[in-house]
């Protein structure tokens, strides 16, 4: 297959089923996005990437770790507001 033929194909592909416009490489980022938000270790994004360093996949898609890591933060906001509440209730 000519390397051409994909890039070729993908938007009719994408037109055709009514999608929003996206590149063919794109899907490599939405493919890393949706791996980062179901919290993967970034190790393990990496190396399905196929970049040498998590430093890589950091550069890239770091932005989307720092929305990840905001959950992760207002997670154990929470956890620690219900160990305070919990602890108010015992006295």
Request: proline fraction near 7%; avoid cysteine.
């Amino acid at each position: 297959m000519h390397p051409d033929t994909i890039s070729k194909w993908f938007p009719k592909f994408i037109k055709r089923h009514s999608l929003p416009p996206l590149p063919f490489h794109g899907l490599r980022h939405t493919a890393a996005t949706m791996l980062i938000n179901q919290n993967l270790p970034v190790k393990s994004i990496s190396g399905r990437m196929g970049h040498s360093n998590i430093g890589t996949t950091m550069n890239i898609y770091g932005h989307y770790l720092k929305s990840a890591d905001q959950e992760a933060a207002n997670r154990l906001e929470q956890v620690y507001q219900n160990m305070k509440g919990n602890s108010k209730d015992a006295k």
